[in-house]
C-alpha cells in the first residue's frame, strides 16, 4: 500500500505503530519496530514526507522506543533508529516539533531527555539549549515547545490498544476496594520483565492526560485514577523508571496555565501525596520532594517560569475545591521537619505570593550558560544533568532530579533561604549504577564541533549538488555554478542568472534524469525562498502579491506560452514545475495562490479566465507530469497545505472549489470539507459565508448534500457549526433538498445538526406533505423535542393547514383514505426531494400527535378534520394501540348508548392546553381560565362561546353536527 500510494496507508502504518509496546524486547516486538522502520527508510522521500502527522507520530514512537533498546546486542536495531529519527528531526523540526495544531508539544521534550546522553541525539539536544537558530529560525528556546501541549493521540499511541482497553476498564468499571486481582493480572502480564518498568511512565501519563472521567464516574465508588497511579509508583522497583514515573505525574505542574490548561492533569498528583500520608507517608515525602526539586532545578533559566507554574497549579487546586486546604499535605507534622522546612520555604511561598503567569515573559528566562546560578558554594554544571543508564558520556541537560529509595533531603539543612538544588544528584541504592563523568563540559568548545559537523554537513550537500551539475550541458551549469558558489550574491544578478537557465530550458530537451537533477538543484537553491511562510506572521494573513523564485518564473513563461501550448517549450516548462513539486511538495498549493493572485491582479483576468484559462488550465497541466488525476491531485496538494500551514487553508481550499468543482466531485467530498473546517476561526467563517451568499464559491450541491451531511455529523461541534454555517449561506439550497437527513438523526449523539435543522424550520419551511412526512417518520420520544417543538409552532401559525396534513398521513398510514381531499397532499416543495421520503407507520404517527397534544397544543385539535380522521382511525387500530392512546382517541369519543344521555349534552375529554402569552385573544386572563378548566373544545353551541378564546376567529361551525351525522 505505501508503494503504490494507497489512500488510508498512512492510517494503517499509525495504527501498526500502535502495536509496538514499550518495555518489551521480545522477538516479536523487535521484529515489528525493525519492520516499519525499514518501511519508513525506504519510503521516507517518496510517501513518509508527505505525511508531517505522521512523522510526528514516528518521532514520538522511536524516540520512546529508543529507551529500551540500549543493551549491546539491539546495539544495531538502536543506531538504525537513532540515525533515522534524528534526521526526521532536523529536517522536519519547523513543521512537526513547532507545529500547534500537529500537536508534539512537551512530551516531545520528555521523551528526548531519556535519550539524550546518545551522541546523535546528543547533538540535537545541544542545539536545543545554545543554538536554537539551527533547528529552526523561529525557535527561541525549550520553554517555547513546553509551553506547546501534547496531543493526546501520541500519548495514547504509546499504550496498546489491548493495554489501552485495560486501564480503561480499571478506571471506569471496577470498584475501589476490588481492584487488586486486576492489578495483580496487569501486573503479570506487563511489568515482568527489567525493561517493563519504562513502561510505567506511559501509563501515567496516559492516565494523566488522556483519562478524564466525568462527574458520575468522579462521585461514584469506581476506582480514582490517583490510587491507579499510585499503585504504579509504589510497586517500581527501578529507581531511574520511578523518577522518570514522577516527571510524567507532575510535568504539566511546571508550566501550568489555569486559563488554557486542564485541573484534571493536575488534579491526580495532590490526590496521591494527599490519599498516601495514612498509609504510605513516603510516597508522599517523596513526591513533595521531587516537585521542589523539578520546580527549581529542571532548567534554571526558566526558573521563574515554572514558579509560576506550580503556584498556579496550587491555587486552582484550592479554587476548583480539588481540596479544601493544602495544609494537610504541605504542612503535615507527620513529615520531617527538614522537608516541612523546606516546603515553606519554596512551595508556599509560590501560594502565598503574587507570582502571576502573565508576568513571565519568554525572553526573560533565557540566559547564558555562563550566567547560571552557583547554589551553597557549588559551582553548577552548564545545564544540570539527570544521572540516568544510558552512557557514560556526561553532557548538558536540563534534567535535575532527585531519585532514592529513601528519601534525602541534602539542601534543608544548609541553612539559606535559596532553593534545595544540587548540581549533580546521584541515586542512593543498595543496587551499583554505572559511573558518570563529572568532568565539566566546555560548552563553548561543543558547540563549535557541532557546527563544524553541521558544516562538513552542509558541504557535503553542496558538493553533492555540484555533481548533478557538472553533469548538465554548458548553458545550464555555468549559471548554476555561479548561483552556488556566491550566497551572498545580489538580488539583482541571480535574477539574470535565473533567466539564462530557464531561456536554456525552453529552448533543449532534456533527457529525464538531467531534467530532475535540474529541477533538484532549483529546489536547492531557492530552498529558504521555497519555504517561507506564506503568511504575515502578525496578521496571520495571506502575503499579497505572493513572489517565490522561480515558482513565479516559471508560470510567467507558461502563461507567455499559453497552456494550450503543446510544443516542448511548454513541456519543459511543466516537467521542471512538477519535478519541483516532486522533491518540494509545498510547492503545490504556493503554485494555486501565485496563480490566483495573479488573476486577481491581471486587468484582463475575466476576459482571459473566460476564454483561455489561462491560469486555472496551468495547474491542470500538470496532471500528465505528475501522473495523477485532478481529483487525487488536488485532494494530495491540500492535504500537504492543511499539515504544513494550516492558517494557509481556508484561503487555497475555496480557490480549487472556483475552479475545478465542476470538473471534479470536491462538492462530494468530505474528507476536504473535514480539513476546511477544522482550521476555520470565526473571521475566516464569516469571509467564506459572504462569498457563498455573492456566489463566488460553492461547496455543496443539492442532489448531493444529504450523504455529506450524514459523514459530518459525528464531527466535532465546531466543525458541525461551520458546516451549517455554510449549508445556510448557499442559496442553491433549499430545506427541502435537507429533509432525507432528518430520520437518521438521534437526540442525544447529533444535538447539533438537530439544533440546526430546528432552526432552519422555524425560519425558512412552509408547511408542506414532504416536511411533515419526513418530521413523523422519526422514532418518537418524548426526550426527543425536536419534532414536537416544530408541530408547535406550526400550530400557532396555520393550525388548519398542519391539521389537513396530519390527518392525511394518520389515515394513510392506517391503510385508508382521507373523507375529503387535504390540501397539501399533492402540493408543496415536498416532492421534489432528491431522496424518497420514508412513510411513517401508524404508530409513529399517533405517538406524534399523542405528544404534541401533552405538549398543550389546543388549536389543531379544534380542527374538524383533524378530529375526523382520529375518529375514523380510531375503528383501524389495534387493541394495544387504542390502550396506548386512549386518551388521545378519548378527543373524538361518543357516547355508545345514546338513549342515556342525549348526543347534544356528551361532551369530548380536553387536552391541556399549553401556557402562551401575547396577543390573539390568549393573554395572561385567557391562561387562567385554562388553567381552571373552563376553556375546552367546543360541542355545543353553549360551550362555543367560553372556547372562543382558543379558536380562531373563523371557526363558527360546531364539530359535534359533523361527529353526529357520521356516527349515524
Known sequence: MVKGGAMGADMLCWNLMRQIAGGDTSARNLWLIDYILDIYVEYRFTWLNKYPVLIAAVIYTYLRVIEDHMTVPLANLRQKEVTFVSSLIREHFTEVCMNQQIGLGRDFIRQLQAVSRIPEIQEIWQDLFYNP??????????????????????????????????????TAQVKFGNQKRYQDWFQKQYFSTVESQTLRADIIRYIVCVIHPPNEILSSDILPRWAVIGWLLTTCTNPVAAATAKLALFFDWLVFDPVKDNIMNIEPAILVMYHSLKTYLAITATLLDFLIRLTYEYHPPTV???????GAALKSILEKRVLQTLDVVLDNPKLEPELRKSIKENLLVLLDGNTQIENVFLDNHVQESNNLPIYNNIKS????????TLTNHSIPSPVLITTSANIIIESASSGTKQPPPAPIITFNQPDPEPDFSDEEVDTKEEVIEVKVKKDVVEEAERERIFEKIRGLPTNFRLPF????????????????????????????????????????TLAYLYKSELEKPTVLEDTSSIIENLRISPVNELVSLVIELKPSDKSLKMKNVLRVLADMITFMPKVAYKLLIILYQLLEKDPHGEEIRFKNNNYESLYKNLLQFRGMKLDAQLTQDL???????????????????????????????????HLLVSTLDSSQLQDLTWKIMQEDVRFFESDSIVPVIVKTI?????????????????????????LPVIPQLDAKRHPEALTALLLLFRRTASLSSGAV??????????????????????DDSTPDKLAEQLSAILVQSSGGSP?????????????????????????????????????????VFNEDVMLAALLQVQSWVTEAQKSKYKELLALVATAEEPDKKPSGTTKRPKPTPRPKAGNNGRGNSSLSRTRSGKARICTSESDSSDDEELRPPKKTKRPRKVYSSESD
Open 133 to 170: 537558530k539551527s533547528l529552526s529560525p523561529h525557535l527561541t528556546g525549550v520553554l517555547q515547545l513546553l509551553n506547546m501541549r501534547t496531543s493526546r493521540k501520541y500519548i495514547q499511541s504509546r499504550l496498546t490498544p489491548d493495554m489501552e482497553k485495560k486501564i480503561q476498564f480499571l
Open 304 to 310: 521563574e517560569r515554572f514558579k509560576a507554574g506550580v
Open 381 to 388: 554544571e552548564p545545564m544540570p544533568i539527570l544521572n540516568s
Open 481 to 520: 555554478e555561479a548561483l552556488l558558489s556566491q550566497n551572498d550574491m545580489k538580488v539583482a544578478n541571480r535574477s539574470d542568472l535565473l533567466d539564462e537557465v530557464l531561456s536554456a530550458l525552453i529552448e533543449e530537451q532534456l533527457e529525464k534524469t538531467k531534467r530532475e537533477d535540474l529541477s533538484e
Open 639 to 673: 492535504k500537504v497545505c492543511w499539515e504544513c500551514e494550516p492558517l494557509v487553508f481556508p484561503y487555497v481550499c475555496p480557490i480549487a472549489y472556483i475552479w475545478y468543482v465542476e470538473e471534479t466531485d470536491l462538492s462530494n467530498s468530505t474528507e476536504i470539507l
Open 714 to 738: 459525528e464531527w466535532e461541534s465546531w466543525e458541525q457549526h461551520c458546516v451549517w454555517t455554510l449549508v445556510e449561506s448557499h442559496p442553491n439550497l433549499r430545506l427541502e433538498d435537507i
Open 773 to 794: 412526512n419526513t418530521l413523523l417518520s422519526r422514532k418518537a420520544n418524548l426526550k426527543d423535542r425536536f419534532v414536537v417543538n416544530i408541530l408547535i409552532h406550526w
Open 819 to 859: 373523507t375529503k381531499r387535504k390540501r397539501g397532499q399533492t402540493g408543496g416543495r415536498g416532492n421534489t426531494s432528491p431522496a424518497p421520503i420514508p412513510s411513517p407507520t401508524t404508530d409513529n404517527v399517533l405517538a406524534h400527535i399523542d405528544h404534541l397534544r401533552l405538549a398543550g397544543s389546543v388549536l
